[in-house]
């Protein structure tokens, strides 16, 4: 049968078990997405519309790829807007789709803007559907793209969208997507050194995730005794309960970075950047670095042993191989629980403190306490901004399930947490879903938030108000960074639960401690019954959180 290609790619994505997509219009696809029955989630702005495409990949660790559409072509309007997005999601190495018109055949080099080298940088492929009857080749290859290997974004573009094939020539089947398991040479070479090494730390990064080997990590961390950090992005990956878990971010993780002899990172690209550790001496230490490919191996630091491959058929060889070499015993270390346990309650014990704090304006800290007093930790999910709730939160929420929550930014993209929070809510309807911002992400959301109550996203956003942007200012921490970029209206100017109110939120604006536990209740009470809620804590400024641990040079 003769179709065009909009509603060629529409009928591929219900195959490939797509269930909605997100939008800011205008794309040509979108006709024939609405007329075969694909819900569009249609967001205020081009960046959004990626970014709760993106983060649905990455809650759902890519076994469900989100799929975004936005306006391309000769007027990329749309696609430069969303290009924020797209940058973010390559950063962070997320397999979303994204599809938008491309530049027609008799129309190419007239804009300044070069949307094919622009895509390009943003993407781990760009396909262009250059002739009709290709629609199903560069759809099977897009989600081949999406399925196997690094993950990250794929983009689209669709010049002649009404050109018509033949749907019947080349029939479309959906793509499996394919890992490849490590080279049992390399595997052996790695439990050699991981059994030989005096004090080894596993460094545990989102590639955990993606391939669903948390169970495998625990396995393995168990059976060799070896404490466990997580990467931000990987915070959850391994159970935060777990008497070998140390920590993401603060005093006990740099304790147990700065004493390692042996770094077993798994899923990690290593990179160090501003969210993410350095490895302090990393020349003196041994490095064996697991990874899906080999983009990141000896990048920064002297690679001893490399062991490509999926994370999950990699923990697994290398569970059986020490295994095998101990007859089941593993690595007899001592009482390594009891050293992890004794160093996470010093790391922690400033923040434990201020999680019970009764002082006012509330310490943010306490906010963060009651949420997880609140929270069923099993089934719910939480996700951080940009700023401080991201530095502190990562410091101290326990995660007891991976995407429990998200962390997320090699860079951070404020105004991300509500995408992820609307993508936690269409990924598991069940859970209650919370974002946790401040003044600034919270500016980036505005436009954005009457999507939750037209699509009844009962979703809440904490906002710690501080009036600034606290990691800015000047206060009893030293004289703050950018001092004359700092101050925003706040609480005492600005009522944001009025105004957000008025919208058709649920809002309270909460002062006193006491109220916290109460408040966050009825609003989880509302979100059940698919009214979106946001809740104004009126915070003090408290920029402190652990720190991330410097290459030491
Ligand atoms: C798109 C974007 N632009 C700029 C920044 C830099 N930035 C990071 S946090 C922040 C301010 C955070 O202030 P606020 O939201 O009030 O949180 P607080 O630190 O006060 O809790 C800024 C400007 C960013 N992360 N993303
Ligand atoms: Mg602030």
Same mark, same amino acid.
């Given at each position: ?7 060629? @790619?529409s009928?591929? *994505? ?11 219009p ?12 694909v819900?569009? *989630? ?12 993106d983060? /649905? ?25 969303a ?15 994204? @599809? ?6 008799g129309?190419?080099?007239n ?15 760009f396909?262009?559907? #250059? ?27 669709? &010049? %002649?969208?009404?050109?018509?094939y ?28 991981? *059994?030989?090494?005096?004090? &080894? ?24 005794? $070896?404490?466990?950090?997580t ?65 990141? @191996?000896?990048?920064?630091? &002297? ?6 491959? #999926? ?20 690595? %007899? ?40 007093? $609140?929270?069923?930790?099993? %089934?719910? /999910? ?23 929550? *998200? ?13 992820a ?59 703050g ?6 101050r ?10 009025? $105004?957000?109110?008025?919208?058709g ?7 006193? &401690? ?17 009214r ?5 804590? @009126? ?15």
């Open positions: 049968m003769t179709i065009d290609v909009a509603t060629g @790619i009928r591929i *994505l219900k195959q490939e078990g797509v269930g909605w997509v997100s939008t800011f205008v794309c040509r696809v979108n006709n024939a997405l609405g007329r075969e029955g819900p569009m *989630l249609m967001m205020r702005d081009d960046r959004y519309a990626v970014a709760v495409a983060a /649905f990949s990455r809650i759902t660790g890519g076994s469900r790829i989100g799929v975004c559409t936005f306006q391309g072509g000769v007027n990329a309007a749309g696609m430069q807007y290009y924020a997005g797209m940058a973010q999601a390559y950063e962070d190495g997320s397999p979303v789709l994204c @599809i938008t018109d491309g530049v027609p055949a129309s190419s080099g804009s300044q803007y070069d949307v094919a080298s622009a895509m390009k940088t943003v993407s781990k492929w396909g262009y559907l #250059d002739k009709p009857e290709r629609t199903p080749e560069l759809m099977r290859r897009a989600f081949t793209m999406l399925r196997s290997g690094r993950p990250g974004p794929v983009i689209l573009a669709i &010049p %002649n969208a009404t050109a018509t033949d749907e019947t020539a080349d029939p479309y089947r959906p793509v499996k997507g394919w890992k490849s398991a490590p080279d049992p040479a390399d595997v052996r070479a790695a439990a050699d050194q991981l *059994l030989k090494a005096r004090s &080894p730390l596993i460094y545990a990064g989102e590639g955990v995730i993606y391939a669903g080997a948390s169970e495998e990590l625990k396995a393995l961390a168990e059976l060799v005794n $070896v404490p466990v950090i990467t931000l992005k990987a915070k959850g990956a391994f159970p935060e309960n777990h008497p070998l878990f140390v920590g993401v971010r603060g005093d006990q993780v740099a304790h147990y970075l700065n004493k390692s002899d042996l770094i077993l990172a798994v899923g990690s690209s290593l990179s160090p950047g501003r969210f993410s550790h350095g490895i302090p001496d990393a020349a003196k230490k041994t490095i064996i670095h697991c990874n899906i490919d080999e983009l990141h @191996i000896n990048k920064m630091y &002297p690679t001893a042993h490399a062991v490509i491959g #999926d994370a999950r058929l990699t923990l697994q060889a290398l569970r059986q191989e020490v295994s095998d070499r101990t007859s089941g015993a593993g690595r %007899n270390a001592g009482d390594v629980a009891a050293e992890v346990r004794a160093a996470r309650d010093q790391g922690l014990a400033r923040y434990r403190q201020v999680m019970n704090s009764d002082e006012t304006p509330i310490n943010p800290y306490r906010v963060y306490g009651d949420l997880m007093e $609140v929270l069923d930790l099993r %089934n719910s /999910f939480v996700t951080h901004e940009s700023g401080n709730t991201r530095d502190q939160l990562s410091t101290v929420f326990d995660t007891l399930i991976p995407r429990g929550f *998200l962390g997320w930014g090699n860079v951070s993209t404020l105004g991300f947490s509500l995408a929070a609307i993508a936690a809510k269409k990924a598991f309807p069940g859970r209650a879903s919370v974002a946790v911002t401040g003044e600034a992400g919270l500016g980036y959301m505005l436009g954005n938030l009457e999507v939750l109550l037209r699509e009844k996203l009962g979703v809440t956003v904490v906002h710690i108000s501080n009036g600034g942007f606290a990691g800015y200012g000047p206060g009893f921490w030293g004289p960074h950018d001092p004359f970029t700092h925003v209206l706040g609480p005492d100017e600005v009522d944001m639960s009025k $105004v957000i109110g008025a919208l939120f649920h809002t309270e604006r909460v002062s006193e &401690p006491a109220e916290i536990i109460p408040a966050l209740r009825r609003a989880l009470d509302v979100n059940t019954s698919g979106p809620a946001y809740i104004e804590f @009126i915070c003090c400024q408290y920029p402190v959180y652990g720190q991330w641990v410097g290459r030491g040079e």
